[in-house]
C-alpha cells in the first residue's frame, strides 16, 4: 500500500509542476515585467540588436551598459499571452540632446510605421530614467514577441554616443478570468 503511494506521488509531482508553470505562464495577476539585461540575451527578453549598432562598456565600479553606435537599435519581449499596455521604464545617459525615444510597430497592416515617443532630453551625462506607456491593442505581436525600437534621431549630427543602462518593461491587461480563457484558447485554436 505505501509503494502505491509512493508511485502515485512520483507520478503526479510531475503533473503538478507543469500545471504550475501553465498557470504562471497564463498570467493569473494580468501583469508581466521583464528586465533588460545588457550583456546577453534572456529567454524572455532580446538583447539591443542588431550588434554592430551597440557596444557594451563598463564605467568604474558600475554594471555594464550600452553605448550606442548607430541607430536604430531593437529589443525583443516575449509575451505569454495578449496584454493590453506596456510601460518602458528606460535609464539612459547622453551629455547632448539627440531626440532619443522609444516607438514600436502599431499593427500588423503597416509594420514599418513607428511612432516614436520622445524621451526628455538629459543635462549632462549623469543617467536620468524615463517611463513611456504603450497601448498594445493595435500593436504587431508576431510569435509571441513584441518589438520595441530605440530611434536617435539626431544621432548622425553628433559624435556623442549614447548610453543605455538599463530597460525593463511592465505589462499589464485582464487579470486570469473564464472569459480571458476562452478567448486565449480560441485564438490558440484559430491558429
Not at 27 to 44: C, I, M, N
Not at 74 to 80: G, N, S, T
Not at 82 to 102: D, E, Q
Request: proline share 8%; hydrophobic share 45%; aromatic share 8%.
Amino acid at each position: 500500500m505505501k509503494k502505491n503511494i509512493a508511485i502515485g506521488c512520483a507520478a503526479a509531482l510531475p503533473v503538478v509542476f507543469f500545471a504550475w508553470l501553465l498557470y504562471q505562464d497564463a498570467l493569473p495577476t494580468g501583469t508581466y515585467a521583464v528586465s533588460l539585461d545588457v550583456t546577453k540575451s534572456q529567454p524572455v527578453m532580446s538583447r539591443l540588436y542588431p550588434e554592430g549598432r551597440v557596444g557594451i562598456e563598463q564605467g568604474n565600479n558600475e554594471k555594464p551598459y550600452a553605448v550606442l553606435s548607430g541607430e536604430p537599435v531593437y529589443f525583443d519581449v516575449r509575451l505569454p499571452r495578449r496584454l493590453s499596455s506596456a510601460t518602458v521604464r528606460i535609464l539612459y545617459a547622453s551629455s547632448v540632446p539627440l531626440g532619443l525615444g522609444v516607438a514600436l510597430p502599431p499593427t500588423p497592416n503597416e509594420p514599418w510605421r513607428y511612432e516614436i515617443k520622445k524621451l526628455m532630453p538629459i543635462d549632462g551625462s549623469a543617467p536620468q530614467s524615463a517611463d513611456l506607456t504603450f497601448s498594445l491593442a493595435e500593436a504587431l505581436v508576431s510569435k509571441n514577441r513584441v518589438r520595441f525600437i530605440i530611434s536617435a534621431p539626431n544621432f548622425s549630427m553628433v559624435s556623442v554616443r549614447p548610453a543605455i543602462h538599463s530597460i525593463r518593461v511592465n505589462f499589464a491587461g485582464e487579470a486570469l478570468s473564464l472569459s480571458v480563457v476562452q478567448s486565449w484558447l480560441g485564438r490558440l485554436i484559430a491558429r
